[in-house]
């Protein structure tokens, strides 16, 4: 990995995103609890915001041609009600970005607002926000596409430990992936060996640790415990915020991840920055990752997924019978769909 390590693309994301973690775990550990709404209600944290003016200005200078495809908007923090946070925003950014000023900070954040293009960067500036607010996890997600395939992707999983073992107060770890060099994991603060990840070599279905996310609108509870039932799955899913599920299964610490399309909103589609980083990081240890229909997940179709069709990603022995265990519990609800109406 040392060779692959040191090309600039893959040197730049990983110490841009090692040093938006450490920002992440100095807005944690000062500032948690300081949030607004956005319009979808869905909380912003001061960390969203500096992380993506962070990188935003550190891919200015790096490499100041790319463009960015990122989370948030500066309109969020114009208004003169926001100006508390604004400067704080600006003050976390000036202590790695020193001279850093709030029109700094808008322009910086507004490189997020790109398109897609034959080369761009995509980031989930705090990836789990609720996990953020609850000290669980969360990650820092950061990716490079190139004709429309994801070829570098990191994590910075502050709440990781270096084995994978879920912890608060860790070091935490980064998991750096480079299209066919293999995906690997390193410290967070930047003292240990690249080991590489590999997947777990699960194959029986009843034995299969399934990941999912905490929060249940982010799924569809009722076809994903039909899903469960349909496989045999013994054990209760492990519950996780964020990307850093994708760094537990590219790690062997689960066999299964499922995100399928909330029945409340059927038609949503994934944003791009929500699954580019992991998974590359997943596919690069050995594991599957498609759309619920078995189709690769289309990174080019713009700022969003071009299917709504959720998520599934596996170790890969697992895949195929994921899918028909999907396939049977869909018509399943399907059929119970028409008995209800008749």
């Known amino acids: 990995m040392d060779s692959i390590a040191s090309a600039p693309e893959v040197q730049f994301a990983l110490e841009a995103v090692r040093r938006?973690?450490?920002?992440?775990q100095q807005v944690q550990a000062e500032l948690v609890g300081a949030s607004l709404s956005k319009s979808d209600r869905s909380p912003v944290t001061v960390a969203d915001f500096a992380v993506q003016a962070l990188i935003g200005g550190l891919l200015a200078g790096a490499f100041p041609?790319?463009?960015?495809?990122?989370?948030?908007?500066?309109?969020?923090?114009?208004?003169?009600e926001r100006q508390p946070i604004l400067n704080r925003v600006t003050e976390f950014v000036g202590r790695v970005?020193?001279?850093?000023?709030s029109q700094d900070v808008w322009a910086w954040i507004d490189?997020?607002?790109a398109a897609p293009a034959t080369r761009f960067w995509t980031l989930d500036p705090v990836d789990?926000?609720?996990?953020?607010?609850?000290?669980?996890?969360?990650?820092?997600?950061?990716?490079?596409?190139?004709?429309?395939?994801?070829q570098v992707g990191v994590l910075g999983c502050p709440n990781l430990r270096d084995g994978f073992s879920r912890a608060r107060g860790d070091q935490g770890v980064v998991v750096v992936a480079v299209r066919?060099?293999?995906?690997?994991?390193?410290?967070?603060?930047?003292?240990?060996?690249?080991?590489?990840?590999?997947?777990?070599?699960?194959s029986d279905p009843a034995k299969a640790c399934l990941l999912r996310s905490v929060e249940p609108d982010h799924t569809d509870i009722g076809l994903t415990q039909s899903f469960i039932r349909l496989l045999g799955i013994q054990?209760?899913?492990?519950?996780?915020?964020?990307?850093?599920?994708?760094?537990?299964?590219?790690?062997?610490?689960?066999?299964?991840l499922v995100r399928f399309p909330s029945p409340s909103f059927p038609e949503y589609r994934e944003n791009i920055w929500d699954h580019a980083a992991g998974s590359l990081a997943l596919e690069e240890a050995?594991?599957?990752?498609?759309?619920?229909?078995?189709?690769?997940?289309?990174?080019?179709?713009?700022?969003?997924?071009?299917?709504?069709?959720?998520?599934?990603?596996?170790?890969?022995?697992?895949?195929?019978?994921?899918?028909?265990?999907?396939?049977r519990a869909r018509q399943e609800h399907a059929r119970r769909a028409g008995e209800a109406e008749g």
């Open 20 to 24: 938006a973690s450490h920002l992440t």
């Open 65 to 80: 041609n790319d463009p960015l495809v990122a989370e948030e908007a500066s309109t969020e923090l114009r208004s003169l």
């Open 97 to 101: 970005l020193p001279k850093t000023t």
């Open 111 to 113: 490189r997020g607002g």
């Open 128 to 150: 789990g926000t609720k996990g953020f607010l609850r000290g669980d996890e969360y990650a820092v997600a950061l990716a490079l596409v190139v004709n429309d395939q994801v």
């Open 180 to 202: 066919g060099h293999g995906s690997w994991r390193v410290p967070l603060q930047g003292s240990g060996d690249f080991t590489r990840l590999r997947v777990s070599l699960c």
């Open 235 to 256: 054990a209760a899913p492990v519950l996780m915020d964020s990307q850093a599920k994708y760094a537990l299964l590219a790690a062997g610490g689960g066999d299964l």
């Open 286 to 327: 050995g594991g599957c990752i498609t759309d619920t229909a078995g189709e690769t997940l289309d990174f080019a179709a713009g700022r969003k997924l071009a299917r709504p069709r959720g998520v599934l990603a596996s170790n890969g022995h697992l895949h195929a019978a994921a899918l028909e265990a999907l396939r």
